[in-house]
Structure formats: structure tokens, C-alpha cells
């Protein structure tokens, strides 16, 4: 089946620090796998995706993540955390199985606290 | 510039009554999409429409019924709405047949069912 996992609701960093916001999957096939943000009241933006290619992805507003196929792991990170950093984070991944026509599934969501 | 555009951001109304959500994107893509995010903010897809053919159906009520016009709009009409129903809606579009699409999601519809 195909699934994400987040395995943290809340991360808590303190602003300066790096961040880093946990997300494993499971997929059958290549794993086509994305970084939404949700801020108060809005809905999800696009932050970055990994589709085939450097295992480093760079995305918005700083946001980079690494894909560890060993792992089956694609982690949110950003060197230097800023308190507007604070919001809901989703990983998602592809569902490939409907003749290959979009549909995200996605993880549980992660809140990420900055503080001052 | 509005990209996916719902209607109306908030929704309250009564058991039993009926009510539709508009959605309308005007970034060209061929795929639209409705998600239900529950009170945990937990996302599930509801529909998927590819160019007005309706593609993903998900195990959802028949009381919730989407309509696509055109490739620009996925309206969601929901019959005799039930408490269960409270919960965020959010449109969302995309190119359909590109993987490396992502999705432009609207603000969302807050429906409280009371």
C-alpha cells in the first residue's frame, strides 16, 4: 500500500537552529514524493518535491530535502529556522496506481514551533 | 491573480439541509480535486476530475456529488448534511498526467454542520 508517515506531531526549535521535520514512505515503484506548507486558515502551498535526480532538493523560502531511498526516508530541513517558519507541514507521495493520474496521499502533518 | 478560488471560506448551516461548494482555477491545468480535511487536519482525496471525466472517486457518501462544467471548474454538492460533515474542504488543481505536477490547493471551505 501506499503510505507516508510523520512520525512527529510537533517539533519544537528554537530560531537560528536548523530544523528537520521527519517524513518515511512506502510505495510500490518509484516514489514521486512532495513538501506542502499550511499556514492558519489557508490552504496547502507547495514547498519542494523529489521526482528522480539529486537526492538533495532545494524548494521555497529556503526549505531543502534529502531522499534516502535506503531509508525510504525524505526529511524537511532548513539550516537556519525563522519564527515565520511556524505552520503545518505535510509530506505526501504519489499514488501512482490510478493509471498514473495525480493523487497525494498524504502524512498526518507535522506542526513546527519556532521560538523566539 | 487568484489561482484556486473557493466559495464561500465559511459554511454554517443546519442538519439535513443541502449545500454546494464552488471551486474555480484559472491556471490552465486539466485535473481538479476535492480533499476533506478533518478536525485532527488529517487530508484525504475525496474526487478527482480529468477534463470534466470524473477519474478518482474515493469511498465517500453519495450524498456528496461533484460537478465539473468545464476543466476550470469542480463544484461539490453536498444532501442532507450530516454532523460528520463538519470538516475543512479544499480545492485543488493540477496537470493531471505530469508527476512532477504539483497541486495548487484554494484557502479552503470551513463547513460547520450544527
Known amino acids: 500500500a501506499q503510505s507516508v508517515a510523520q512520525p512527529e506531531d510537533q517539533v519544537n526549535v528554537a530560531e537560528g537552529n536548523p530544523l528537520t521535520v521527519k517524513c518515511t514512505y512506502s510505495?510500490?515503484?518509484?516514489?514521486?514524493l512532495f513538501w506542502y506548507v499550511q499556514y492558519p486558515n489557508r490552504g496547502l502551498q507547495f514547498l519542494l518535491k523529489?521526482?528522480?535526480?539529486?537526492?538533495l532538493v532545494k524548494g521555497s523560502y529556503g526549505f531543502e530535502a534529502e531522499f534516502n531511498k535506503s531509508q525510504t526516508s525524505f526529511h524537511l530541513k532548513k539550516p537556519s529556522a525563522l519564527v515565520s517558519d511556524s505552520a503545518l507541514y505535510f509530506c505526501a507521495v504519489r499514488d501512482m496506481r490510478n493509471g498514473g493520474y495525480n493523487k497525494l496521499i498524504f502524512g498526518a502533518g507535522t506542526r513546527l514551533a519556532v521560538h523566539p | 491573480d487568484t489561482a484556486v478560488s473557493q466559495t464561500p471560506k465559511y459554511l454554517v448551516t443546519q442538519m439535513g439541509n443541502d449545500k454546494s461548494i464552488k471551486c474555480e482555477q484559472n491556471l490552465g491545468h486539466d485535473t481538479m480535486y476535492w480533499y476533506k480535511q478533518d478536525s485532527k487536519k488529517f487530508l484525504k482525496i475525496m474526487f478527482s476530475?480529468?477534463?470534466?471525466?470524473?477519474?478518482i472517486n474515493e469511498t465517500v457518501p453519495n450524498r456528496f456529488s461533484p460537478k465539473s462544467p468545464d476543466k476550470a471548474h469542480l463544484n461539490l454538492h453536498i444532501n442532507s448534511l450530516e454532523l460528520g460533515d463538519s470538516a475543512v474542504y479544499f480545492c485543488?488543481?493540477?496537470?493531471?498526467?505530469?508527476?512532477?505536477?504539483?497541486?495548487?490547493f484554494g484557502n479552503g471551505t470551513r463547513l460547520t454542520v450544527t
Open positions: 485543488a488543481s493540477s496537470h493531471g498526467g505530469r508527476i512532477n505536477s504539483p497541486l495548487h
Open positions: 476530475y480529468n477534463n470534466k471525466e470524473l477519474i
Open positions: 510505495v510500490s515503484g518509484n516514489p514521486y
Open positions: 523529489y521526482i528522480t535526480g539529486d537526492n
